[in-house]
């Protein structure tokens, strides 16, 4: 369909290679758009341009040939090439030297320290003072013997990162169990699990194993070996690696002039400080409370069915009771709900759903126009108002040497007129029915596409998209899972084979039986994001009984003796104090759902509103800002709080 606009003023895709030469056109690609970045950044330090605001635009050119580079990583995850993919990762690594040299590069640190804000507009003060900022945060301006040193500790972190991940990766631990002790798992199971010589079944702590068991598996004793096993992976290596982790950071933040380690990471996020997160994690603990007691009193009593002695549930009898009590007190049968949800209707109706809700048209682009990666990758513009103001591919199924997870990438950040933002969604769904949790996955990731597409039609590449506060970040897709949990919002897309719509009962049915756990839920997440924040926050030199004092104060389970799972709890390192993000942006993702109307999901006003004051601003306000001008008030905790009560 053609779009009927002012050529001159609409930017157009990026040529893909299609069926072509993907490794010449990766490897020229980033070439290119290297070198561009460093003759840009040569020219700044000999010789920059007059005025302030000409300086800042020469930066964001060298920062979009940057992001340019940068996003050709998307290729070392999707492409069906392995030659491909590890080109692309070559090219990753020379960007991140790239960035890391210049966030140290004292002349370049000069031309902007020595701008004179005056007469900028508000995008632009904000990009110089961002942009000041991050050469601070990189040590720029500490003396020659401090940042040697930070160059040196910034390398020591990336290899304790690296070992951190991999003896996580590498240390799959097992448990051998008599065929007789797999009761209650599936029958599929079972059957993928057959006895050796020895008449013993082997369980290891890989997720595809390790999940089912804690969940169905009915022998308590073995869940309890299990767990154990799971506990133990990566010691007692990663014990000493996650403590010279942690003295890095440590040391790290001295230098760079900071209290402390979450005082530094916690300066560019929402919550900002690392006062405000231990706060954060008590708050919610404390709220959680009484529902997480509750809740456990109903899994104790459920346990007590099977073992009339029991006076405990302990971690690993949590998802097995939790299972046993949705499936017998809620009356949800998963088998049942996926007939309604096939992925061709899914993916269509979550077009649709939201195109309505944020007034966006989708028009398919055939695969030889799009020149994509794989036959798999279905394409589309993305319209508003008659306008083509995107594109973005979905990339659904897995493969082959494909990432495993689910996740946006960025493919070309937006600039408005200038460049068109493109976006891919990188999935692992079945073919066939889905589950409704995938169906809740598809929603969420999806709402980071729609983000980066709307937020892409600003200026400065900094601001494009979803390039907001990182505890932010994911409270927009947390919110648009709303709409998969809707009656109404699902009868417009849910049908069985038989053409029947999802029946409303049902759909209440799930919502009953997902509220149960919550409580539950928000106290262990509470004992991890203790965990992530305290161990960065005070030096112990034993971690796992520190682990397991915070254990005691957060969760409502006790401490596993015998466990260290702060070995194999890779997020300290990913997440490092901030493992707190994923609940915080729950609690703005509820706000942010409270101004609308449940019993009216589509009502415009209100969708519109959220589109054109949260979404189409990218990171051009301070998150906390955004959200306040959306509600019309400063965030708050009344909504998180009222929806965990819920029944
Ligand atoms: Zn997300």
């Not at 053609?2 to 050529?7: G, L, Q, S």
Request: charged fraction near 30%; charge should be negative.
């Amino acid at each position: 369909m053609a779009h009927d606009t002012d050529p001159d003023t609409t930017p157009t895709p990026l040529a893909l290679p299609g069926t072509g030469d993907w490794l010449a056109w990766i490897t020229d690609r980033g070439r290119d758009q290297l070198a561009e970045a460093r003759r840009l950044v040569e020219e700044l330090k000999a010789s920059p341009p007059t005025g302030a605001l000409a300086v800042l635009e020469r930066w964001n050119d060298t920062q979009v040939a940057i992001g340019h580079a940068q996003a050709l990583g998307l290729w070392a995850e999707v492409h069906p090439d392995e030659q491909v993919r590890t080109r692309a990762d070559e090219v990753g690594q020379e960007v991140q030297k790239l960035v890391t040299d210049l966030g140290l590069d004292r002349a370049l640190y000069a031309v902007f320290a020595g701008l004179d804000p005056a007469g900028l507009d508000a995008d632009a003060t904000r990009e110089l003072e961002h942009t000041l900022r991050d050469f601070r945060r990189a040590g720029v301006d500490r003396d020659d013997t401090s940042r040697a040193r930070l160059r040196e500790l910034s390398e020591q972190a990336v290899t304790l990162s690296q070992d951190f991940g991999r003896h996580i990766r590498d240390d799959v631990r097992s448990v051998r169990l008599a065929p007789e002790r797999l009761a209650g798992l599936p029958d599929d199971y079972r059957a993928a699990h057959p006895a050796d010589d020895d008449q013993l079944v082997t369980i290891t702590t890989d997720y595809p194993d390790l999940v089912p068991f804690m969940t169905f598996g009915a022998d308590g004793e073995a869940r309890h070996e299990l767990s154990l096993a799971a506990a133990n992976v990566a010691w007692p290596v990663n014990d000493r690696v996650l403590q010279d982790l942690l003295a890095v950071r440590r040391e790290s933040a001295t230098l760079l002039g900071y209290d402390s380690w979450p005082d530094y990471d916690a300066e560019v996020k929402m919550i900002g400080t690392g006062a405000a997160v231990a706060e954060f994690i008590d708050k919610i603990s404390g709220l959680s409370r009484d529902r997480a007691e509750h809740e456990l009193a109903v899994l104790l009593e459920r346990k007590r069915v099977d073992r009339p002695d029991a006076d405990e549930v302990e971690s690993h009898d949590s998802r097995h009771y939790s299972e046993l009590v949705r499936r017998e007190q809620y009356d949800v049968d998963g088998q049942v709900v996926r007939t309604y949800l096939s992925f061709e209707s899914v993916r269509q109706g979550l077009l649709d759903v939201t195109g309505r809700l944020f007034g966006l048209e989708w028009t398919h682009v055939p695969a030889d126009e799009a020149g994509t990666w794989h036959p798999d990758v279905a394409s589309y513009d993305v319209g508003l108002g008659g306008r083509r103001i995107g594109r973005i591919h979905l990339d659904l199924h897995p493969r082959e040497g494909k990432f495993k997870h689910a996740a946006q990438f960025d493919m070309v950040a937006g600039l408005g007129e200038r460049q068109l933002p493109e976006g891919v969604l990188v999935c692992n769904f079945a073919r066939g029915l889905m589950e409704h949790d995938e169906v809740v996955t598809l929603f969420h990731e999806f709402g980071h596409l729609v983000h980066h597409v709307l937020g892409g039609q600003g200026r400065w590449v900094r601001f494009s998209g979803v390039a907001t506060e990182w505890d932010f970040v994911e409270a927009p897709s947390q919110m648009l899972e709303e709409w998969a949990w809707d009656a109404d919002v699902l009868a417009t897309f849910a049908r069985n084979p038989e053409g029947e719509t999802i029946p409303a009962e049902l759909v209440a049915a799930m919502r009953r039986a997902d509220h149960f756990g919550k409580g539950l839920y928000a106290a262990h997440q509470m004992s991890y994001a203790a965990r992530s924040f305290w161990f960065h926050a005070q030096q112990s030199d034993d971690l796992t009984a520190f682990g397991d004092e915070l254990q005691e104060r957060y969760s409502v389970f006790p401490p596993l003796e015998g466990g260290h799972m702060q070995c194999a709890f890779g997020h300290l390192d990913g997440y490092g104090s901030g493992y707190y993000t994923y609940m915080w942006s729950l609690v703005i993702a509820k706000d942010l759902f409270s101004a609308f109307d449940r019993d009216d999901m589509f009502a415009p006003e209100v969708a519109r509103s959220y589109r054109d004051r949260v979404l189409a601003m990218g990171g051009r306000k301070d998150a906390a800002d955004l959200v306040a001008d959306f509600l019309g008030r400063p965030y708050s905790f009344d909504s998180w709080a009222a929806w965990l009560q819920e029944e």
